[in-house]
């Protein structure tokens, strides 16, 4: 409508798969779920207009814990400035929420505008909900920032409508990893991604569950999954990266270019390495 498009979105969230009770708590599944929603419109460049969500209760649950998974999707929504306009519940198995968001641009960012000579940035840091995860997996707990990091995500809204607003050719926030949705943006735009690896920004709380791992705190970085930064590619005469810094309040990276071909490659001290990407199948 006059130039303004509608942005929509779902995303899914299941027990077990996505996120574990023993790990965090209700509040932060409704949270979780409805950040990861909301991050794809950042990717977008879209302003939230609202969001829908249906939720599965299990057999046993409590008036108490449906307060506590609608208190956390409340909060999410609230804090993104996104009204939650309606939505649905049934019973199952185990705890799923499904949430639908809706946003409005005025320019919208896919994943296939990027083009030959374009630059390669990344938003925060990375690591951090790895770090909580390994934490976990070892039955131990994670840091306070690397639990908020993996439970109380913070969609980049503003730093998403900011590129979009300086010239964003393509962006995608990094659920699936670095090394799973650059080859997104590759693929999409039918260009070659290059990326220097020991240039991706680590978080502080990662560079521990690194060197336990036996992993370079870059290499354990970008294999980290449902980050929720964004991955974006900049024409090459951008040089707003301090007004950025100031205006969003967020680290932003240069981490590599866009070149003609296809694929994703990655190299670390001069050297191709082979990055995987995060599987929610796994």
């Not at 057999?59 to 649905?88: F, H, K, M, N």
């Not at 994670?142 to 908020?148: F, V």
């Not at 569950?209 to 964004?230: D, K, V």
């Amino acid at each position: 409508l006059n130039g303004t498009c509608l942005a929509i979105s779902t995303d899914v969230s299941v027990e077990q798969v996505h996120f574990r009770l023993d790990w965090i708590d209700l509040s932060d599944v409704g949270w979780r779920a409805t950040a990861a929603a909301l991050s794809d419109l950042a990717a977008e460049g879209a302003e939230p207009a609202g969001l829908l969500n249906a939720l599965t209760i299990p057999s046993g649950a409590t008036p108490s814990d449906l307060l506590q998974i609608t208190t956390g999707i409340r909060d999410a929504a609230r804090a993104a400035g996104a009204p939650v306009l309606g939505g649905d519940l049934s019973s199952g198995p185990a705890w799923s929420l499904a949430v639908t968001v809706l946003g409005f641009t005025d320019r919208p960012v896919t994943r296939a505008g990027a083009k030959p000579g374009d630059s390669l940035w990344v938003t925060g840091a990375l690591g951090g909900t790895r770090a909580a995860l390994e934490a976990w997996r070892r039955k131990d707990q994670p840091t306070q920032e690397a639990r908020r990091r993996y439970a109380r995500p913070l969609p980049r809204i503003d730093a998403g409508r900011w590129l979009a607003a300086h010239g964003a050719r393509a962006m995608i926030d990094l659920s699936d990893g670095l090394g799973g949705d650059a080859a997104h943006i590759a693929a999409a735009s039918g260009v070659a991604l290059h990326i220097n690896l020991d240039q991706v920004p680590v978080a502080t709380e990662a560079r521990d569950e690194a060197r336990r791992s036996g992993t370079s705190p870059q290499r354990f970085a970008a294999e980290s999954g449902e980050e929720f930064e964004l991955l974006v590619a900049l024409p090459p005469e951008f040089n707003q990266n301090d007004t950025f810094v100031r205006e969003c309040a967020l680290p932003l990276t240069l981490i590599g270019s866009v070149d003609r071909g296809s694929g994703l490659h990655v190299v670390s001290e001069g050297q191709p390495v082979h990055l995987t990407g995060f599987n929610h199948f796994g």
